[in-house]
Every structure is written in C-alpha cells, then in structure tokens.
C-alpha cells in the first residue's frame, strides 16, 4: 500500500464526540450500553444477516455459447472459496464484510496485488477509514475517490478505487452507505431502556416502589433506618413471593405504574418489528411466532431471499466481478456468483420430484442432478433423456391417422378380390 503523505491536521467535532462530552462533564446518566449489539433483537439481526451471508458458497461461472459452466481452474477460485486472507476462513470473511456493511453502513476491503496478480483480500477497519472526494484535483484526477486508511502506528496510506472493494448498504449517493445502527438508534436505545427495566424489575423480586404510611413523628434519621430496613425486607430475588411482614401503624402503597399499565408488552413487539423491518428479517427468524404457519413460514423465507438477500448478493457480486477480474476475462463471460441453494433447499421429498420432473422433461442430465446433492457422476449420466410417447406437436395423431388409412386400403383391397 502506497502511503498517504499528506496529513490530514483538520477534524470536525459534534456534540456525540466522547472528547467534547468528556471536555463538557457531560456524562450518561441513563446507564444504557451505546453498544446496540447489547440489546436482543439488534443482535439476533445482525447474527441471522452475517450468518446467511457467510454460509453462501461464492462460485466463478463462465457464460458461454455451449451454456453456463463452473469454473474451478481459475487461480482466484481456491482464494474465495477457502480462504482470502492468511488469517480468515471464507466464512469469517463474510460474516466480517456484512457486519461492517451493516454497522457502518459499507465496508471496505484491500486488494493486495503481487506481480499482476491478487494474493489477498483484506477487510479494513471501518473506524480508521476514510472516504475522500477529490473535487478540485488537490492530489489526482480531479472527481477521484480516495480511501485514507490510518494504522495503529498512525501512518496513513492513500487507496485508489481500484485498490479496494467498496461494499455499501443503502446510500443517497453511491459512494457512502447509511448506518443501520444510527437510523435505529432511538429505536434499540428504547429497547436497551425496557431491557434495563425488567431487570431491575426483577431484580427487586417484582417488588414495586411505592408510599410508606406512618402515624406519628419521626426524626430525618429514624426515617432513612425505617426504609432501609423495610427495603431490605422486601427488595430482592430472595423475597420475591414471600409475605411481607408490615408493623402496627405502618401501610404500603404502590405507586409505580405496572408493565401492563404501561403496556409494556405491546411496546416490546412494537419495537421488536422496526427493528427487524429496518433489517428486512421475517419476525419467525427472532422466534416472534404469534402469526406463524408451516404455509407462510415457507413463504417468507423466499420473501426474506427475494426481496432483502437478493439485492445484497448482486453488490457483492457484481463488484466482485468489476474489480477482481480482468477486462478480457468479463468480455469471455465470466462472473461471480453465490450459490443460494443452501437458502432455497427444500425437503428432500420435494426435491426428488422436482430432480425427476426435470430429468424425465429433457432439461436436466441425472448427472447434473446427482452433482446438486453431492453424488458422483456417472459415465452414462451425462445425456438428456425424455419420455418416448413425447413428440412434436404437428406430429401428435400421426401414428392413428397412418393406421386408418392402412386399414382403409385393406378394406378397399378386399372389396376388389370379392
């Protein structure tokens, strides 16, 4: 990686910036986590997302005039498929390009290039990432996009778009993605808030606050020595269920709203679907099953591939193809492709029908099937096969017609004889 040597001295501070709330005093005061992957619902979406995608085999395919064929001869294809980097799995890969697609809003990953060709790919710390958008042409090209990457060690190394794959999420403008974790974040922090609640909730043994009625006069000092020890008589999980042993003169009162007050549960779900709306997740994947059947379940899971895995797929597809292979090599066909099949597969039962529709119509060899579940192919498995009694359309009847009028002519030659 080329470094970057022009300093960048100048930064834009905000009133969220951890230095100008230090500087301010000014501090949280609500004890929630900043971490939205510490609230449930955020990060079942993230797991189910990041999952789904690294579970995807990524294959080169090559169109050509003879149809669509796998290529695994090509140098990148073990690269992919096992391991792009000396460090990560091809699953770890994934999951860590679409978590910091997702959290960030895009992700960026080097290409590292040796003699001409790619020996690695590296997905960059999105913290110390920056996009630059060379207007006035102060280092380059003018309109050239830079991505200024800082190390540990400060040094900053300047990447061209050629350099780098460029993953993005939703975006106004094509360059920069949007942040699913800022546009739900009233949202999650109302959940970590409900969460921090119930827990408290229970943590006093589901005892309320409430208004403690005495008659008679009592010093500021008795006062504090009676709650304190009417709160530990009450407070915690140990005292949850028991009696509550009240003194002569004394009264309780309640005085906190209770969670079905508050329709607290009704909140929860209510919460529970923008966050996995925002995500574009089913509510059966994060177990919300109050709608649930075995018709519609299915059908959602090809909703779910449909409308939000599919769009993703074709970024990272279509990127890869742009920028990891070669002019000539798009111009012969070839591109970058998961395999959703591992999404799709139904029961076995319904396979083998479909695989025997397919076979018996002609479209599909037995060994084109076979390789879909795994098997060895067959020397004879390799030719399309179709049921005989199948014929053109401008045939069908020839067979019937042929035999009237052989036995009309017989009929005609035995009237002649007589």
């Not at 890969?93 to 990953?109: A, C, D, P, Q, S």
């Not at 923008?274 to 059908?299: C, E, R, W």
């Given at each position: 990686?080329?470094i970057?040597?022009r300093?960048i001295e100048?930064?834009?501070y905000?009133l969220s910036?951890?230095?100008i ?9 609500t004890?929630?986590s900043p971490?939205?992957l510490?609230?449930a ?7 189910i997302?990041?999952d789904?995608v ?5 294959k ?5 005039d003879?149809?669509i064929k ?8 073990p690269?992919?498929k096992l391991r792009p980097n000396p460090?990560?799995s091809?699953?770890?890969f994934?999951?860590t390009?679409?978590?910091?697609r997702l959290?960030w809003?895009?992700e960026i ?8 060709k ?9 913290s110390?990432?920056?996009i630059?958008?060379d207007?006035a042409g102060i ?5 050239a996009?830079?991505y ?14 050629d350099e780098v794959?460029h993953?993005k ?10 942040s699913?974790?800022?546009?739900l ?6 959940a970590q808030?409900a969460q ?15 208004l ?11 006062i504090?020595i ?5 709160e530990q008589?009450?407070?915690g999980?140990?005292n ?7 003194p002569i003169?004394?009264s309780?009162?309640?005085i906190?709203t209770?969670m ?6 009704e909140?929860?779900?209510l ?5 996995t709306a925002?995500?574009?997740?089913p509510l059966?994947m ?7 059947t075995y018709?519609?379940v299915a059908?959602?899971e090809e909703q779910?591939?449909?409308?939000t895995l599919?769009?993703i797929l074709?970024?990272?597809?279509q990127?890869?193809?742009y920028k ?10 070839f591109?970058?492709k998961f395999?959703?099949d ?6 076995i039962?319904t ?6 529709v397919?076979?018996?119509?002609g479209f599909?060899t037995?060994?084109?099937v076979?390789?879909?579940e795994e098997l060895?192919?067959?020397?004879e ?18 067979a019937?017609r ?14 002649s004889d007589d």
């Amino acid at each position: 990686m080329g470094i970057f040597r022009r300093s960048i001295e100048n930064r834009d501070y905000t009133l969220s910036d951890p230095i100008i709330q230090q500087f301010l005093g000014i501090t949280d005061t609500t004890n929630i986590s900043p971490d939205k992957l510490k609230e449930a619902t955020y990060f079942a979406c993230m797991r189910i997302m990041t999952d789904t995608v690294a579970k995807l085999p990524l294959k080169l395919y090559q169109e050509t005039d003879n149809g669509i064929k796998k290529v695994t001869n090509h140098y990148l294809y073990p690269l992919l498929k096992l391991r792009p980097n000396p460090y990560m799995s091809a699953s770890d890969f994934w999951k860590t390009v679409e978590f910091n697609r997702l959290e960030w809003g895009h992700e960026i990953v080097y290409i590292d290039t040796q003699n001409g060709k790619i020996t690695g790919l590296y997905p960059l710390e999105m913290s110390k990432v920056t996009i630059w958008v060379d207007n006035a042409g102060i280092i380059g090209n003018q309109n050239a996009i830079y991505y200024v990457y800082t190390d540990n060690a400060g040094n900053q190394y300047k990447l061209t778009e050629d350099e780098v794959l460029h993953f993005k999420g939703l975006t106004r403008n094509g360059i920069i993605g949007m942040s699913i974790k800022d546009y739900l974040s009233t949202i999650v922090d109302n959940a970590q808030s409900a969460q921090k609640y119930l827990n408290n909730y229970f943590k006093n043994g589901l005892f309320s606050r409430g208004l403690l009625q005495f008659t008679g006069d009592l010093s500021d000092d008795k006062i504090k020595i009676v709650q304190q020890k009417f709160e530990q008589m009450a407070n915690g999980i140990q005292n949850a269920g028991r009696i509550l042993p009240v003194p002569i003169g004394f009264s309780f009162q309640t005085i906190s709203t209770s969670m079905a007050d508050a329709q607290f549960w009704e909140l929860n779900k209510l919460t529970i679907q923008q966050i996995t709306a925002a995500f574009g997740i089913p509510l059966h994947m994060v177990n919300q099953l109050d709608k649930a059947t075995y018709n519609n379940v299915a059908q959602q899971e090809e909703q779910f591939y449909r409308d939000t895995l599919l769009p993703i797929l074709t970024m990272y597809e279509q990127e890869l193809t742009y920028k990891l292979l070669t002019q000539k090599e798009i111009q012969a066909g070839f591109y970058f492709k998961f395999n959703v099949d591992a999404i799709l597969r139904s029961d076995i039962e319904t396979r083998y029908k479909a695989y025997s529709v397919a076979i018996q119509n002609g479209f599909m060899t037995p060994n084109e099937v076979r390789a879909k579940e795994e098997l060895p192919s067959r020397p004879e498995g390799d030719v399309l096969i179709v049921n005989g009694n199948m014929q053109p359309l401008e045939q069908v009847g020839m067979a019937y017609r042929t035999k009237d009028y052989n036995t009309q002519q017989q009929q005609q030659n035995d009237n002649s004889d007589d």
